[in-house]
């Protein structure tokens, strides 16, 4: 121990007197240049920046150690510890009560959504529901009684019931044919008088027409009509020349272009007529047309002839209407005498609907039945595993919801030695995906967001790291305290992690890929800037101002003029300036 202390005095008194003689040089060189002229001056200047470039020789280089800069992923991480919770679980209660016949899970257990947990003593209900089958049988045979009374008497009233709203159907429908036809026959056929009557007067006349030739006023009225038609088609055969143009020229549309060409064949079609009229009436009637015009009044005559005779169908369409009316009236009459037949049956019926109301309250009361021997089988009402079990056989349980078994409801259980007061017998917690709550510090809450990475262990699994991600992040501090709850969810498949489980959480607060990494060491103040030396080709160490980051470990990123691979200098920065040499021992 002498030695030690002895060595260890020794380097720090070497250390010392080398910082006092770097003081008192430092000191000598001030004092010299003030009384020296300015051409001296500049003279040591020019032989101390050669000697700075010169290389030193080793014996004077100062011994320093250094690491490289390396490129990692830098995370700024936060270490927090939680419990792992359930994140859904159900206290399993019994809808009935009764005293417990056999368990069939153990805390633990993993169990599905409907697998049965509990089952109760279903005796008593099994012979109820015996009872209840009976009745229900008794039921049935008053029922088939009663509808064997009402039966053969029901089924022909209902069946003259129907035949006779049938034959008033036909009867009405065939009353509404002939009402129908009746009234076209009397509008066509006095339609049909007028139109033939008007056609055989215009056919006359247009042969008297004929026969007397066309009138000087007439041909100069035809002769108007046909200027008129001529301007118009000649101003318009020029409009669809100028719009074809347009429309080549893209000024209107093809659409306007057919609509005016259209418009154009129309009166096109008009001057035609015009013209072919007028050539008529010049020329005078040829036999021919006179011929013609004699043909078209005979062929009106006999037309009208035609028309009149047809007048006299309507009396007979009159006397089918009167036929049809006869007929509906004595089918109603049918229908009234079934209808009150039916009113007759009535009575007998509401036996059997009493009878049937019988059958279905048996029924009822055995599907009641079977419904609670169903609750004796408690089920699980989720997938998971049971955490907790608190029913063993022969206990006796009370209901939460249906009524418990007679002679055994609440109160008596609450009378009963050894009878379970507990509100849930199992309980199954769902462990898929788990919950860790921590608390986070009001310093560092500020960091923690939303779907941020986690990384999860446990003191229970060594070596085994689970991957999470924040969940929720509660808005306000604990009462009382100075930190916040912070909930991981981690997926948890294989349900390795259990509910109270000792957690240890890393959350990822940020991550930077590609960070230059140095070791701590390596980083110093200096005049109230963040420095490094980084050792150069030439052997010495250059000073560089940078920036810090987070830390990782033993290291820290590094922002600023730094390189990955470059040698920081991690030992020995203490004493060193801007390019002083170095001799650099790795480390």
């Known amino acids: 121990m002498n030695r030690r202390a002895l060595a260890i005095a020794g380097g720090l008194l070497a250390a010392v007197v080398l910082v006092v003689a770097i003081l008192w040089g430092s000191r000598r060189a001030s004092d010299g240049l003030a009384g020296t002229s300015r051409p001296e001056m500049a003279a040591n200047a020019r032989d101390t920046g050669a000697a700075s470039a010169a290389p030193a020789s080793p014996s004077k280089r100062l011994q320093v150690e250094a690491a490289p800069a390396t490129l990692e992923t830098a995370e700024k991480t936060l270490q927090v510890t939680g419990t792992v919770e359930a994140r859904l679980g159900q206290d399993v209660t019994p809808e009935l009560g009764g005293r417990v016949t056999k368990v069939f899970v153990d805390e633990g257990d993993f169990v599905r959504k409907g697998a049965t947990l509990v089952q109760l003593d279903d005796d008593i209900y099994r012979a109820q529901l015996r009872q209840a089958e009976g009745a229900l049988k008794a039921a049935q045979a008053q029922l088939r009684q009663a509808q064997h009374g009402t039966t053969l008497t029901d089924d022909e009233t209902q069946a003259k019931i129907a035949q006779a709203r049938a034959q008033v159907d036909a009867a009405q429908s065939q009353l509404a044919k002939a ?288 991957t999470g991600r924040v969940s929720e992040v509660d808005v306000e501090s604990l009462p009382g305290q100075r930190s916040f709850y912070v909930t991981v969810r981690v997926l948890n498949p294989a349900s390795l992690l259990r509910p109270g489980m000792f957690a240890r959480v890393s959350l990822i607060l940020r991550r930077v890929q590609d960070a230059v990494m140095v070791p701590t060491d390596a980083i110093v103040r200096r005049d109230g800037r963040t420095v490094l030396y980084v050792v150069g080709a030439d052997g010495a160490a250059h000073e560089r101002a940078v920036q810090t980051g987070i830390e990782k470990g033993a290291k820290t990123q590094i922002v600023g003029d730094v390189r990955p691979g470059e040698l920081v200098v991690v030992a020995g920065q203490d004493l060193l300036r801007d390019r002083v040499a170095v001799r650099v021992n790795r480390q």
């Open 179 to 466: 009402r129908t036809a009746a009234l076209l026959q009397d509008e066509t056929g006095e339609s049909q008088i007028e139109q033939a009557q008007a056609g055989l007067e215009g056919a006359e006349a247009q042969l008297k027409e004929i026969k007397r030739g066309a009138r000087e006023q007439e041909l100069r009225r035809a002769e108007a009509t046909v200027d008129q038609a001529r301007a118009v088609v000649d101003k318009m055969e020029k409009g669809v020349e100028q719009r074809r143009r347009l429309v080549q020229a893209g000024a209107i549309s093809l659409e306007e272009f057919i609509t005016y060409l259209t418009e154009y064949r129309v009166r096109k079609s008009q001057y035609d007529s015009a013209k072919q009229a007028l050539d008529l009436l010049e020329e005078g009637a040829t036999a021919e047309q006179i011929a013609a015009a004699e043909a078209q009044v005979r062929a009106a005559r006999e037309l009208l002839k035609q028309a009149v005779s047809r007048r006299a169908q309507t009396d007979i369409r009159r006397r089918e209407i009167e036929a049809a009316e006869a007929q509906v009236t004595q089918v109603k009459e049918t229908l009234a005498i079934a209808l009150a037949n039916a009113r007759q049956v009535q009575v007998r019926e509401e036996d059997v609907e009493a009878a049937q109301g019988a059958v279905q309250q048996a029924q009822a009361q055995i599907d009641l039945i079977r419904l609670r021997i169903d609750k004796t089988a408690i089920r699980a009402p989720l997938t998971g595993v049971v955490s907790e079990r608190n029913v063993e056989p022969g206990d006796l349980v009370g209901s939460t919801s249906m009524a418990a078994l007679p002679g055994i409801g609440a109160a008596s259980l609450a009378r009963t030695p050894g009878a379970s007061t507990r509100s849930g017998l199992i309980r199954i917690v769902d462990i898929s995906s788990v919950d860790i709550q921590a608390k986070v510090s009001e310093k560092s809450i500020s960091e923690v967001t939303l779907g941020q990475s986690a990384n999860v262990r446990v003191d229970a699994i060594p070596g085994r790291t689970f």
